[in-house]
């Protein structure tokens, strides 16, 4: 802890001209809103150091947005969601290119408000680019599927995806670039036009993006907006005006934004939502790879993750010898500044976080559970140290609760029926992680865990990627499917030209296509 204790904080570039900066309706606005500070979670001796001001947009800002993306979608009928896919990939790829040229500066945003390290800041980034490029190929392949004609019972027809409309795209402060890209990007090259509500946390990173979205996007197409979702959001899906809510976050949130749409039946939701992922160690368990495993899953970016290990449930044979190894390897675990040469922990981005997780651990505590990190918890502001608690009873709140931060809570079973149970009555289905050799045992839990999780990752962490996986949930935990596959179908849907095979038919189609006259009905394809 010495080591950064009096370490002056690194140079960090403002933000342009000191300008909190919205985008709406092809224009870069910079006033005519209220803003706020943004203070860095890496606080020097608890005393917090602002970065720079962030719009702190109203409702009727928010509405003046929604209303620019109504405009440009024109009810299905404006220049973008009736464009060829070519201009749609076209204006991508070229946002793309002008999005690398701020890689630095955005990487050193993630690293400086959110604690993200500076190598996890680089590889978010850089996954992000990646995403997009898979993204453009996948919608290259769906275009040239979709460019072939089917024929079935003397009609002939060309089924193509179409845009869904309106989209408020609603990203999380874990991930603010990459997870708001995993919806933005397959809503936009689908032709929606969006509207992005920036995270509480992670939110300067978009500056330096918001010229790239203005020159690579028609008006409209696509709006950056900052404020309280808890005070903004509502007005604005109750307007209508809404077709689509792409949101990461929790499910109490995402249920009531639901509940506001006057025309539910209308209202499209893609949702990544809560998680509480057990780790399930049996008794054949390699212990050593299970150790790391959890400790990766647990406590990566301080384990503030929806794919992170939330619960460690180990055999009664195999805890001591687990949790022995377990905590030698997080006693050794590096906290500091996230510029700090091979750092494992850095600060929570939440000032409030520290205190709820402090009453997850002292709730456990009062119902049997007992503390072996000692010197857990808060130090130096917001840098909390991990904590690992045994016997954490499972009607705790920390065996409920998502904590979203860096504390492991491990429980003993003898049954395999213990642990099920535990399971089948959680609220959340995301994913789980099982650590064993037996095949006849393990094989039987995949059969008896595959109707309550979506992912089933054996002898290793609970993740996400590669992004050509879906990812997805069950119960609370969310709604749809995101992957680059699936990401472009839950932002369209199928819609067809059909014609009778008969001369008349033939002899239309053949005229659209050779006149080139339909953007939809075609058979050029994107190479």
Known sequence: ME???DQPLAPFPQVPQGLARILIGGKIQT??????????????????????????????????AADAAHSAWQKGLGDWPTARMEVR??????????????????????????????LDAQNEFDRTVQYINDTVEEVKRL???????????????QIRRAPLGVTLCMGPYNYPLNETFTTLIPALIMGNTVVVKIARYGQLLWDPLLEAFRDCFPAGVVNIVNGKGREIVGPVIRSGRIDVLAFIGSSAVASK???????????RTVLSLDAKNPA?????????????????GALSFNGQRCTALKFVLVHESVANAFTELLLKKVNAMIAGMPWDQGVQITPLPDLNKPAYLQELIEDAVAKGAKILTPEYGAKYGNLFKPAVLMD???????AQEEQFGPVVPIARFSQLSEVEDYIVH??????????????EIVGRMIDRLSNQVCRINLNSQCQRGPDVFPFTGRKDSAEGTLSVFDALRAFSIRSMVAAKQDELGKETIKGILSGGTSNFLSTNVLL
């Not at 399930?280 to 990766?296: G, Q």
């Not at 959680?426 to 095949?439: C, E, K, L, M, T």
């Open 280 to 296: 399930i160690v049996l008794p054949d368990a390699d212990l050593e790879n299970a150790v790391s495993e959890c400790i990766k």
């Open 426 to 439: 959680s609220n959340f289905g995301a994913q789980v992680s099982i650590f064993g050799r037996d095949p």
């Open 257 to 267: 934004i639901k509940t506001d749409h006057p025309q539910p039946h209308r209202f």
């Open 31 to 64: 006033s005519g809103f209220d803003t706020r500070e943004v203070q860095s979670s890496c606080a020097d001796q608890g005393k917090q150091v602002v970065l720079g001001r962030t719009a702190n947009v109203s409702a009727e800002i928010l509405q003046t």
């Open 89 to 118: 990939v076209s204006a991508v790829i070229a946002f793309r290119d002008q999005m690398v040229l701020q890689r630095e500066l955005v990487c050193r945003y993630l690293m400086w408000e959110i604690g993200k390290a500076w």
């Open 143 to 157: 275009d040239r599927d979709s460019a072939r004609f089917a024929f079935s019972g003397g009609i002939m027809a």
């Open 392 to 398: 954490v009873p499972l009607n705790s709140r920390l």
């Open 3 to 5: 080591k950064f204790k």
